[in-house]
């Protein structure tokens, strides 16, 4: 089964980058890396995906190194409400295994 | 708001009744997927929904648990003869086919 391993905590000052790391050394060719984001009592929320490139969307950047083995999930101005746990996981087909995430806190 | 729904948001019963819960997924979605999560940890695939056809059920899926997905529409997960270990937040997402789940707000079940 597809395992991911991220950091159990972070901190982050309001405002500053936030940079979250995931390991995926057992990703296959053709799974996307998945990064969602869960806050207190509520469902997981889909953040981006990516296959190989970089990518951004209003939310996050995704940065996936050359071999695949690692990405880096960045929120670039990061506030109060981004405190959450924060997953990544990957999937060539349609189940999704989630590890223990990072709980990041943003710090006013 | 994902446009997924569960009903209910919070259940509590006693050990040994049976409880079911519904989900709502996107209306285009095809896929339909149920997950379970424990306190401090992530979420846990149980079973898969392509259409009304259940294409996978996890082990962590035992005897007492059934779902279903009449029409490939809504789904309900049912849970006989409740146990404590059983309480935990039941998550479903949907997708249209292998793409990026949303999950709903996901249904609270206690279990005394």
């Known amino acids: 089964d597809a395992k991911t391993t991220q950091p159990p905590s972070m901190d982050c000052a309001e405002g500053r980058a936030a940079n979250l790391p995931c390991n995926h050394s057992t990703i296959s060719g053709n799974e996307y890396v998945y990064w969602y984001r869960q806050i207190h009592s509520q469902g997981p929320q889909y953040i981006i995906h990516g296959l ?9 950047s995704l940065i996936i190194t050359e071999d695949r083995k690692s990405s880096t999930l960045i929120l670039p101005h990061a506030t109060l409400r981004d405190t959450a746990v924060y997953y ?14 990072t709980r990041l806190k943003v710090l006013a | 708001d994902t446009g997924v729904s569960q009903d209910p948001r919070h259940k509590i019963t006693k050990r040994g009744q049976n409880v079911t819960f519904r989900c709502d997924p996107i209306s285009e979605h095809n896929r339909l997927y149920w997950y379970r999560q424990t306190l401090g940890q992530g979420p846990e695939f ?18 007492r648990f059934s779902a279903e997905r009449p029409k490939g529409s809504f789904s ?27 999950f709903g707000p996901g249904t609270r079940l206690t279990v005394l």
């Open chain 2, 76 to 102: 309900t997960l049912e849970i006989q003869r409740t146990e404590q270990g059983d309480s935990a937040m039941y998550l479903c997402a949907s997708s249209l086919l292998p793409d990026t789940q949303y």
């Open chain 1, 52 to 60: 190989k490139n970089n990518e951004t969307n209003e939310m996050a």
């Open chain 2, 46 to 63: 149980l079973t898969y929904f392509q259409n009304e056809a259940q294409l996978e059920k996890s082990r962590l899926l035992s005897d």
């Open chain 1, 88 to 101: 990544c996981t990957f999937s060539g087909t349609y189940k999704y295994i989630f590890g223990t995430g």
